[in-house]
């Protein structure tokens, strides 16, 4: 069980909005740490997509959004493309067990 | 553009040391904000930090693998190495070193990993 929980699978059209929610809780999220989150394409590394919550390093399309709220995060992707289609993963400190930890991924499918 | 390469065996036997070796390039220290993590992902499963070590060699460690996990720095190299002791099966995974960058906010610290090497596969069996 993870200490971030997010949905393990959502999907869209092309075009389509979709949101990836990351639920925590008062020792990670709630306690006030940042969210940050990475996409992972088949056979490769993560590569950060949004930092504190809601940053996007340079050469991330702005159709990548990241929010915070309370004890949870969610990340939203407008204009659904096809490349898009990938495992991503909230990332946050927990106090509970001293360490970054990271949410159980959700795949998102490009229908 | 800082670069991240991950090296060592792919195959360690049951009960012996998982040795990596992590190379950077492309970059240069730039002090305080600089940490140097392993990451390590089981197949088909979620990431997993396995600990930091800081610019000044100080480290930390997931406390699940405390005791059993040793990170150290060569500056004069530009190298971080992983060792990982008494391994098992539940230690096959994808092993990702990755530059750490911590930030504070709010009275609080925060990192975040950025970027992250290839990885390297390493399996664990007879």
């Known amino acids: 069980q993870s200490v971030l929980t997010q949905p393990p699978s959502v999907s869209g059209a092309p075009g389509q909005r979709v949101t990836i929610s990351c639920t925590g809780s008062?020792?990670?999220?709630?306690?006030?740490?940042?969210v940050h989150w990475y996409q992972q394409l088949p056979g490769t590394a993560p590569k950060l997509l949004i930092s504190g919550n809601i940053n996007r390093p340079s050469g991330v399309p702005d159709r990548f959004s990241g929010s915070r709220s309370g004890t949870s995060a969610s990340l939203a992707i407008t204009g659904l493309q096809p490349e898009d289609e990938a495992d991503y993963y909230c990332?946050?400190?927990?106090?509970?067990?001293?360490?970054?930890?990271f949410g159980g991924g959700t795949k998102l499918t490009v229908l | 553009q800082l670069h991240l390469q991950e090296s060592g065996p792919g195959l360690v036997k049951p009960s012996e040391t998982l040795s990596l070796t992590c190379t950077f390039s492309g970059d240069s220290f730039t002090g305080a904000s600089d940490y140097w993590a392993w990451i390590r992902q089981p197949p088909g499963k979620r990431p997993e930090w396995i600990g930091d070590v800081y610019y000044t060699g100080m480290s930390y460690y997931n406390p699940s693998l405390k005791g059993r996990v040793s990170i150290s720095l060569d500056r004069s190299r530009s190298q971080f190495s992983l060792k990982l002791d008494s391994v098992t099966a539940a230690d096959t995974a994808i092993y990702y070193c990755a530059r750490e960058f911590i930030y504070d906010n709010n009275a609080m610290t925060h990192s975040w990993f950025d970027p992250w090497g290839p990885g390297i596969l390493v399996t664990v069996s007879s």
């Open positions: 990332q946050s400190y927990d106090t509970s067990l001293s360490g970054s930890v």
């Open positions: 008062s020792s990670n999220i709630g306690a006030g740490y940042d």
